[in-house]
């Protein structure tokens, strides 16, 4: 099966450009969630899912991020304008879902930004 | 606040036993996981304890204690390929789950 899968492994931008991160989940997974780790630290939760709904944006700084997942499936991303302090590594984990209960999170493989 | 502890670095020898410890603070408890990560690599769940006790799963065992608010990993006969970030996830009594910063293993020959 599948694990889930992140595009692109890589970015390096300038700042003050857009950029968009994609995500597939784990097929029947109904939670999504994106963070964003920096180095020598734990992943800090930028937004959840519960299907195409948003249950948790409270940490996601909506004036320059944003994220859909407009069919349940998979998520897009998008940093705009990017800032110098936006360089780091955004990590996509999905779940079973549910909410109320001890859920698993299985991670996709990461985007490493570079914002010059 | 809510707030994880775990040592930011340890250092073990191959073929030796390491304990990486793991304190934790929340408002409630649902649980408690050990994911693995690997420099430049996405975590990987290892453990998840939710009644106190020992759970063991090969090379790694993992324990809890709720009334002291404290877990170890516990990892036996140590190869090289354990050396990477292990760390320490608390779900919380809404459900979301807190991050430690995680312990970097190094394991030297």
């Known amino acids: 099966e599948a694990g889930v899968v992140q595009s692109p492994r890589y970015k390096i931008i300038e700042k003050k450009q857009p950029v968009a991160f994609w995500c597939n989940p784990i097929?029947?997974?109904?939670?999504l969630y994106w963070y964003l780790q920096n180095l020598g630290q734990g992943p800090e939760l930028l937004i959840r899912?519960?299907?195409?709904?948003?249950?948790?944006d409270s940490q996601l700084p909506k004036d320059r991020f944003s994220a859909e997942r407009l069919k349940g499936v998979d998520s897009t991303l998008k940093i705009q304008p990017a800032e110098l302090g936006d360089s780091a590594v955004y990590l996509c984990?999905?779940?079973?879902?549910?909410?109320?209960?001890?859920?698993?999170?299985?991670f996709g493989p990461g985007t490493r930004l570079t914002v010059l | 606040g809510q707030n994880i502890d775990q040592p930011t670095e340890m250092t073990a020898t191959e073929g030796a036993i390491v304990q990486i410890n793991c304190t934790y603070q929340?408002?409630?408890?649902?649980?408690l996981f050990w994911y693995q990560q690997h420099a430049g690599e996405a975590p990987t769940f290892l453990s998840y304890?939710?009644l106190d006790g020992l759970e063991e799963k090969g090379r790694f065992s993992s324990f809890l204690s709720r009334s002291k608010g404290y877990s170890y990993l516990l990892l036996k006969e140590l190869q090289m390929k354990d050396s990477a970030s292990y760390l320490c996830?608390?779900?919380?009594?809404?459900?979301?789950?807190?991050w430690g910063a995680g312990t970097k293993l190094i394991i030297k020959p």
């Open positions: 984990a999905s779940s079973l879902g549910g909410g109320t209960h001890a859920d698993t999170q299985y």
């Open positions: 097929s029947g997974h109904n939670t």
């Open positions: 899912y519960e299907n195409e709904e948003a249950v948790d």
């Open positions: 929340t408002s409630g408890f649902n649980g």
């Open positions: 304890n939710v």
């Open positions: 996830a608390v779900i919380d009594s809404n459900y979301q789950l807190i």
